[in-house]
């Protein structure tokens, strides 16, 4: 059996916009184990502050297994100053993935708000030349939030994206942008990874319209292994963990608060 | 070199365990070779009827530690006994059975089920759960405590472990009482009652507004609970409170604990446990120690 816990290098840490990295582990193993929607669950330092690891959904495995991330808390500050030849220790690859569209569709769906985006280009990656048309509708909160999509593109996805303050593409929430998604029920997928009240709208909206989908849950996590029952969230089915349950869930099952 | 311990008639092959509810799923994620070497697991605590547990955010961290409030979410005895016992059977590894009831006879009808099964070392009596709405727990009053162990005991058949709870003003008192009543050993310690608030928007951090502080944050004052309990009772302890390494394993060994659980700090590091357990021989080796008991209590003042 693969081991889950394991030390990887740091072969590259680079800033792809103002407040988005990229970081590269030579992983070969995770690289060979990793499914799109999976997260793998970092020790940023090795000391007792800060105390948990923190968990990150695996942006790419290609020769390296990527991790796409937004400093916004001592963590995360700590991963970003993080230089090429440094070890990090990794527990990973964790949680479910996403499901595969069902039969019958022909457009996938995803909606992204912030760093949420950053399951969605390794499921791209394995969705391309499937035969599916790709959308992915991109909601930042400012420019600073906004990156070169070149790679989404590459795979075939049709971007568009939304600014809270319109300094890029449309002005407003990723709501603005659903008027892009085909209607059709038995044609159209869903994904959607973002903060809560925006997967929130996505999953009223996938209600209202009848379209089915699934949702890439957040919640602070200890364990990440489904020990400590910390990470619980509500659904339709009572508490689940988002590490061991999840991080995917069907959309309609989650209850957003 | 002989690690092995006892507490009552079960019987361990070395010292080291982890910490009721910080322990799952090792059919998923551990290599299994290795998690054969730990000395015993005790699984979540179980309680007689299925609990759904705290509304969350359930967990935060705080400065070298966590605070949690899960409400000890589980299945309940019945299914844990037909749906998660027989895989924890099957790592081959020592059980502890942490259980809790609501009631004296919802603590006699767990034992009931467990007298039943077999393939099980000892049962620890979780007396010190602070996450659910009880006034005062049973292991903040040495009556209780004595009242609860005293029935179990009659009608246990396996091993009785009784798990305290550092709230309260001098836990050797609770631990004589559990002593007198015949227990078999002691288990401690629980988590200390704290809180965090999200100033931002002044509300409690976690959705059951308090919850239990454990880790390395903790570890001093569990040390020196577990050091004052030994000085007073003769039973075998089980010690936890924030161990992360070989040496904190050795302090509470040498503090007069017969055996060591590693609790939080296996979300940090899941190979804690076995990282102290080779440790552990590694320092037997060095200072010549041939039987761990040598090691247990030999605290010189
Ligand atoms: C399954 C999963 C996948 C994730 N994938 C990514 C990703 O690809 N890129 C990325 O940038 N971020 C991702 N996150 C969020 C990321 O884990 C947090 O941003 C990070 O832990 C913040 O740590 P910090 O110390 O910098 O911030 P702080 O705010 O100081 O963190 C304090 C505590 O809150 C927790 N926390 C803070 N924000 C979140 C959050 N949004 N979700 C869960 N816990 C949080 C931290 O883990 C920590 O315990 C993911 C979270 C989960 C649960
Ligand atoms: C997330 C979590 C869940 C816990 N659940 C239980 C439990 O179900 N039963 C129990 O007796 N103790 C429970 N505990 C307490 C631990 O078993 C242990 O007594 C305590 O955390 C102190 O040890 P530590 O600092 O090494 O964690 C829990 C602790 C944590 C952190
Ligand atoms: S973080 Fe421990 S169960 Fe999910």
Do not use: W
């Not at chain 2, 509300?203 to 569990?222: D, E, F, M, Q, Y």
């Amino acid at each position: 059996m693969e081991k889950i816990q394991n030390k990887f290098r740091v072969v590259a840490n680079e800033k792809l916009c103002p407040r988005f990295y990229r970081l590269s582990l030579d992983a070969k193993s995770l690289v060979k184990a990793i499914k799109p929607g999976q997260f793998i669950h970092i020790r940023v330092k090795d000391s007792l502050e800060p105390f948990f690891r923190r968990p990150f959904s695996v942006y790419r495995a290609n020769k390296t297994a990527d991790i796409f991330y937004e400093a916004i808390g001592p963590g995360t500050k700590i991963l970003s100053e993080k230089k090429k030849g440094d070890e990090l220790d990794i527990l990973g690859p964790l949680g479910n993935s996403f499901s595969l569209p069902p039969k019958g569709t022909k457009t996938v769906v995803m909606v992204a708000g912030g760093i949420g985006v950053a399951p969605f280009l390794i499921f791209s990656d394995s969705l391309k030349n499937k035969g599916y048309d790709l959308i992915l509708l991109y909601g930042a909160r400012t420019k600073g939030h906004t990156f070169n999509m070149k790679d989404f593109k590459k795979n075939g996805c049709k971007v568009y994206v939304a600014t809270d303050d319109g300094s890029v593409g449309v002005k407003g929430r990723v709501s603005q942008l659903f008027s892009k998604i085909p209607l059709d029920p038995k044609t159209t997928f869903l994904y959607t990874c973002g903060p809560n009240p925006m997967m929130a709208a996505v999953q009223a909206f996938a209600k209202e319209n009848n379209l089915a989908g699934q949702a890439s849950c957040e919640e602070v996590m200890a364990c990440a292994l489904g020990a400590c029952l910390g990470c619980s969230i509500e659904t339709t089915g009572g508490y689940k963990t988002v590490c061991y349950d999840g991080p995917v869930f069907d959309l309609q099952e989650v209850k957003f608060h | 070199m002989n690690l092995s311990v006892k507490i009552g008639t079960a019987v361990f092959p070395n010292p080291v365990t982890v910490a009721s509810g910080t322990f799952g799923h090792a059919e998923k994620y551990f290599d299994l070779e290795e998690v054969k070497k730990l000395g015993a697991i005790v699984p979540k605590t179980v309680t007689l009827l299925a609990q759904k547990g705290n509304p969350p955010p359930r967990i935060v961290e705080t400065a070298s530690g966590m605070i949690n409030a899960i409400g000890i979410e589980n299945p309940g005895a019945d299914v844990f006994i037909a749906e998660k016992l027989p895989m924890f059977k099957k790592i081959g590894v020592p059980l502890i059975i942490s259980v809790l009831g609501h009631s004296d006879e919802q603590f006699l009808a767990l034992i009931e089920k467990f007298n039943k099964v077999d393939g099980i070392a000892a049962i620890e009596l979780n007396l010190s759960c602070p996450n659910l709405k009880h006034k005062v727990l049973v292991a903040q009053d040495p009556a209780s405590t004595e009242r609860v162990v005293s029935q179990v005991k009659k009608l246990s058949r396996h091993p009785i472990l009784a798990k305290l709870s550092p709230n309260v003003t001098d836990i050797s008192d609770i631990a004589a009482a559990a002593e007198a009543a015949g227990a078999d050993g002691l288990s401690l310690i629980n988590t200390f009652t704290a809180m965090a608030i999200n100033t931002k928007t002044r509300r409690p951090v976690l959705g059951n507004l308090t919850g239990g502080l454990s880790g390395p944050a903790i570890k001093p004052v569990a040390l020196h609970m577990v050091y004052r309990t030994a000085q007073r009772v003769k039973i075998p302890i089980v010690a936890m409170g924030g161990i992360r390494s070989t040496n904190d394993a050795l302090e509470f060994l040498i503090a007069g604990a017969t055996m060591v659980a590693v609790g939080t700090f296996n979300f940090v590091n899941p190979r804690a446990p076995l990282e102290a357990l080779e440790g552990l021989k590694a320092y037997m080796k060095d200072n010549k120690i041939k039987d761990i008991k040598e090691l247990i209590g030999s605290l010189q003042i």
